[in-house]
């Protein structure tokens, strides 16, 4: 089944930076737009950033030029690499795949990345 398994999330003081991975198992990896989101206690979950199959990248405003999302087709992983963080990072981040010639959409169970002092 699909399967899609985020990982490196922490705990992390301001200005800090965390890397987060993401492994997909069950799909077709180079088909699939891949993303990330985060969803904060008592927020909406948000859309942070994403990644065409070809590398085209597209970023929240609240992110850009801190944040960094890519992808290595041969692991079949996403990556978001995360620079000077702040306080308002903190959330559970979760990992998403879609096909949009199928409407198919996938999600992973989320890693909880806490920016504090």
């Known amino acids: 089944q699909v399967r899609l398994v985020e990982s490196g999330g922490g705990l992390v003081q301001p200005g800090g930076s965390l890397r987060l991975s993401c492994a997909a198992s069950?799909?077709?990896?180079?088909?699939?737009?891949m993303g990330w989101y985060r969803q904060a206690p008592g927020k909406q979950r948000e859309w942070v950033a994403d990644?065409?199959?070809?590398?085209?990248?597209n970023y929240a405003d609240s992110v850009k030029g801190r944040f960094t999302i890519s992808r290595d087709n041969a692991k079949n992983t996403v990556y978001l690499q995360m620079n000077s963080l702040k306080v308002e990072d903190t959330a559970v981040y979760y990992c998403?795949?879609?096909?949009?010639?199928?409407?198919?959409?996938?999600w992973g169970q989320g890693t909880q990345v806490t920016v504090s002092s």
């Open positions: 990644i065409t199959s070809d590398g085209r990248t």
């Open positions: 069950g799909i077709n990896f180079s088909r699939y737009v």
């Open positions: 998403n795949a879609v096909w949009r010639k199928l409407s198919l959409d996938y």
